[in-house]
């Protein structure tokens, strides 16, 4: 499901931003820290489809969203991430039994 921007604002943006058209997606509205099982989703409801050229500037997953048929997208990828690679890198950090368990099937999507 594509959507528009989210309704929320829970955070204001940076004066040097505010003029500007800024469109978020729904993880704005979300009160969790852990939301990187939700990045690709998140990347992929923007509606780019009136665009003809969509440029991305990110090391995970911006490099996913959704364009037209059609429509050129330039990816800036600055570094791979790390995380999605390096099984690890999550080694030292508390997650829980279902955490853990769902981890390989995350990172495996994230490298895809």
């Given amino acids: 499901m594509r959507t528009s921007t989210p309704r929320c604002t829970t955070r204001a943006w940076p004066p040097a931003i505010r003029p500007e058209r800024v469109y978020a997606s729904f ?18 409801s923007f509606d780019l489809d009136g665009y003809d ?3 991305s500037s990110n090391h995970a997953c911006a490099k996913n969203v959704i364009t037209a048929p059609g429509t050129l ?19 030292d950090e508390r997650l829980g039994g279902v ?11 994230l490298r895809r």
């Fill in 53 to 55: 050229l969509v440029l």
């Fill in 73 to 91: 997208h330039v990816c800036y990828c600055h570094t791979p991430m790390r995380y999605a690679w390096d099984p690890g890198f999550f080694g």
């Fill in 99 to 109: 955490e853990r368990a769902l981890l390989p099937f995350l990172l495996s999507r």
């Fill in 27 to 44: 993880l704005i509205c979300l009160p969790v820290p852990r939301l990187l099982p939700l990045m690709n989703t998140a990347f992929e």
